[in-house]
Nanobody, 121 residues
């Protein structure tokens, strides 16, 4: 199995920053894309940012210029630096990785349990 453990969520005031981390562990042969999604109350889950194994990044328009995704490949860890947070960023943030458990298996997506981010005005 592949386990994802997220950390770094919390409650902040608007304009402040948080840094989320997500470490993947278990039977991992290779990881390509890593990313973050979020689900706000009453809304569907939405993409926040992704990063490929070549460190190509993609961001939701709502977070461009404020959030930065990065990864540490030897540690199988993905980060999300969130600056200038807004109340509308309040959500549960989930990390996801696309990984192979063994060389002969197919790629599969794995998800963390989520970490709450609350931004008050």
């Amino acid at each position: 199995q592949v386990q994802l453990v997220e950390s770094g969520g919390g409650s902040v005031q608007a304009g402040e920053s948080l840094r989320l981390s997500c470490a993947a562990s278990g039977s991992i042969f290779s990881i390509n894309t890593m990313g973050w999604y979020r689900r706000a109350p009453g809304k569907q889950r939405e993409l926040v940012a992704t990063i490929t194994s070549q460190s190509n990044t993609n961001y939701a328009n709502s977070v461009k210029g404020r959030f930065t995704i990065s990864r540490d490949n030897p540690k199988n860890t993905v980060y999300l630096q969130m600056n200038s947070l807004k109340p509308e960023d309040t959500a549960v943030y989930y990390c996801t990785v696309n990984a192979k458990r063994f060389s002969f298996t197919t790629w599969a997506s794995y998800w963390g349990q989520g970490t709450q981010v609350t931004v008050s005005s």
